[in-house]
């Protein structure tokens, strides 16, 4: 057993591990995410259409629906033009990303990620990216409208805990994420990063490394691991700190370690002489405007394998903050879920022919049938005639 200083707590061991970092620049505030000019893709504009208000451009009211949704007439035109406009009309107005959450949720309307994408440096920039989608295969459709889906599934207890974590005033926090194999760890690291912290995409550095088992012990090649992405002279923990140091100058950083098979006298001199470096030395300046977020994720044990923080020093800066374990989907999340209207038709259009009859009760009998998240999800791909493998590569993390 060996004890990490400051909070870190007991590790306990095994012998070979998969080490995986991805470092990604995101916003600097919520309020620079709500800012992002976005215009509508084809599927968003296909959903909006389904309301009655916007069913046909004659029973567009910009005043009634400016009323609604409390944003400007001229807000309401730039979406609303976008609804009804010619093919040749490629100069769609853009507007912020909190203007169209809002226009969305007035209108009851779940706004999924498929239903937008950021406007570009030139209209002809702005309409390719608009029809990215488009040009995809319908296969690679399916996959992404029901990876929209799975998102919205369960997990609420650790995104809840994550979302208030992040709202404090700490400016480098890491995270625990454990549970049973298969539970989807790296699919809630998806789940946070990309839902619930404000990304841009324009400016995302991401970088994943394998360390093979031979390499497992041996903690120089992590070192040189690190200073060949952080681009340090000297593969030493000092240079690696100032390198990442110098990131968060620039921008917010987020690291992602795997830690359910590295040797304990790695992960141990990881952290003492590399992680809490960092995150002692970024929470000293309250003033760093950027911040410093790090998942520590293991893939397969059920218990903690780090200490976790009591009740006198959970405040303490250099703890890691534990989500709670990953557990299996209940029944009634699973009913809920598929109750919901907008997944509900999803689902219900991806349901093959030869397979019962869609319903919510149908999923939960699915989920009974099943015993870990992933092997639920890939229940649902197969009866989609999807893979889970095709929806999984698309995650970055």
Known sequence: MYIIHEGFGKICGSSAFLFGVGILAVSESEKRKNGKRCILTQDGIDELKKHDRLKSKEKINKTILADITKLSAETIKKITDQLYRKEAEVEAEAVNLGSLESFF??????????????????????KIAAKSLSKMSDYQLQCQRLKTTFEELNYEAQRDSFKNEIKQPKRAVFFLIHGKKNYGQKWLVHLLVYKHLPLPTPNVLKHIWKIERKDARNIDKIWRTLAEFFQAKDPVPSNLVDALYQKLQISDVILVLYIEYIDDSCLEDFINNFLRVVVERVNAEPNNK??????????????ARLELPTETNQNNYYSPIPLERIEYFQSDDIKNWASIRCNEEVISKLWKDNNPGFSPQEMVEIGSSNSTNISFFEDICKRCDLTWQDIEKTLAL
């Open 105 to 126: 949720e007035k209108l009851d309307i779940k706004l999924k990620e498929i239903y937008y994408c950021e406007a570009k440096s030139s209209p002809k920039k702005t």
């Open 290 to 303: 950027n911040r410093l977020v790090f998942f520590l994720v293991d893939l397969q044990k059920d218990e």
